[in-house]
């Protein structure tokens, strides 16, 4: 049985293509404003209550230090 956490995917290459976010609260949305929308989170992120499908203003009132990543489709 494989298992892939799809969720974090996105949040993971941007931790790969940025070795200096690991360990780090992570979010990958499209945008930045507050209507955007947490499309994948790292584990440290979610540790904090961030969670995909959560408005990007109320990820950063649970977690102040996230740190926002575009999305990488090319990597």
């Known amino acids: 049985i494989l298992l892939v956490d799809m969720d974090a995917f996105f949040a993971a290459v941007a931790v790969r293509e940025n070795p200096r976010l690991k360990g780090k609260p992570v979010a990958v949305c499209w945008g930045g404003g507050n209507s955007a929308e947490v499309s994948s989170c790292t584990y440290e992120a979610r540790a904090l209550g961030v969670k995909k499908g959560m ?21």
């Open 55 to 75: 408005w990007l203003q109320q990820a950063r009132r649970l977690c102040p230090s996230l740190v926002l990543a575009p999305y990488n489709f090319d990597a």
